[in-house]
C-alpha cells in the first residue's frame, strides 16, 4: 500500500512524519527522501530486529533524518515530545497494523508454526502475559473468546478445549506441541486452504501483544500531536481493527476521515503480495 499510504498522507517536502510501525521501514525509507534534508521522519517499533535492520538500510542509503526508537506505539505522545519540541507538531502519521513479513519468515520465532522452540509472539519486551502464560493459565471461556474474536476461529471452543484437558497433563511451551493439540481438531484428510493453526496463531499473537488496545490508546491520543489539517492513515488487516478505526474516525471530533469506505490494495499488489487482499486504508484530517 505505498503509493496510497504516501498519497493519502499528503507528503510534503520539509514535514514531520511518523511511523507507528517501522517492520522493514519500506515506508520510513520513502518519507524520509521525499521530506528531504529540511523534514523529519520518527520510527517506532518495538521490535529490535526491525530498527537494527533499519539502521542499516539508512547507514547504506546515508538518510541522516530518521529518528529510529523501540518503542510500543501506544506511548507515541510521551514519545514524540522526547524528540519534538511542544510548537513542532506533526504533518502526518502512519500505522501499518500486524506482523511484518519478515517476522512471519524468521523461523527463529513462533510467529510461524513451523517453529521449533517455545511459544513466544511478543513483538518485543514489556508484554503484560506471555503466549505461554495465556495458553496455560486462561479460562476454557477466555481461550474460545480470543480464538473467536481475534482468530475468527470456527472451532474456538473446541480447540480451547483441547488445550485445557492437555495442559492439565503437561504445560504447553513448545509451538508444535500446540500445533499438533489444534491440528488434531479438524477432521482428517481435510483440505484446508490454509494451515489449522494460523487462526489460533493470529489470536495468541494479538492477545500477547494487546495488538488493539494499544491501537484504541494511540488513535484516543495521536491528535494532541498532530497540526492543523495533518494527516492520520491507519492500514488494518483485520476486520476487528478496521472497526476499531472506523469507529475512530466516526466519534472523534478533531480528526474527520475523508472518504468512507475504506481503500484497498491495487490488484497488482494483491498479484505481487496476497497478504495485500485483505488491507484496508482508512485515513483522516485534523480539521481544528
Ligand atoms: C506490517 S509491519 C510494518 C511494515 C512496514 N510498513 C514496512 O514498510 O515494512 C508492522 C510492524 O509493526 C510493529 N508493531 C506492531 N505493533 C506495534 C506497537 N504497538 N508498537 C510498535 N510497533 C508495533 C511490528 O513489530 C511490525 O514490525
Redo the contacts with the bound molecule.
Sequence with gaps: MLPEVIKHLAVKPGGIYID????????TLELAKRVGSGGKVLA????IA?IRNAQDKIAEQDLKNIILVQ????NIVQVYYKYFKKEELADGVVF?????SY?LADKERSFSFQHEGSLDMA?GKGTEKSTVEIVNNYSLLDLTRIFREYGEERNAYKIAKAIVLQRKKKKIEATQDLVDIIVKQYPKRAYYKIHPATKVFQALRIET?Q?FN?LKTALAEISKILKFKGRVVVVSFHSGEDRIVKQFFKNNEEVMPIVKKPITASEEEVLNNPRARSAKLRFGIKVV
Design positions: 507507528c510501525t517501522l517492520g522493514g521501514a519500506g515506508y517506532l517499533d518495538m521490535d526491525a518503542e510500543n506505539f501506544k501499518d497494523l500486524g506482523l511484518s517476522q513483538f501483544n495488538e494499544n
